[in-house]
């Protein structure tokens, strides 16, 4: 499929009644899960312009992206984990 056909399917599934709705999810996971998860959502949202690898991000609406980090954000908060995340961040970047 191209870029374009997989972005007709994409909005078309984010289009679907009742996508907007909340759900609640009840789960339980290790620390190290979230450290991880947080890791992967903030890579994969900050691609740069350009990047081959980008395609679908560019379909994801603003809010959508700040919702995704938000979630990000609020799961390392609940786990205790932003500070030792910042201090990874910082290790990583030197």
Known sequence: MTTSEV????????SIPGMNE?????????RKTVLLLHSVIERGLNVKDGDQSQGLLELIPK???????????????KAGLKELSEKMKLLHSK
């Open 7 to 14: 972005a007709k399917v994409y909005d078309t599934v984010l």
């Open 22 to 30: 909340a759900v609640k999810i009840d789960a339980k996971i290790n």
């Open 63 to 77: 809010e959508t992206v700040e919702e995704l980090k938000g979630f990000a954000d609020e799961c390392l908060g």
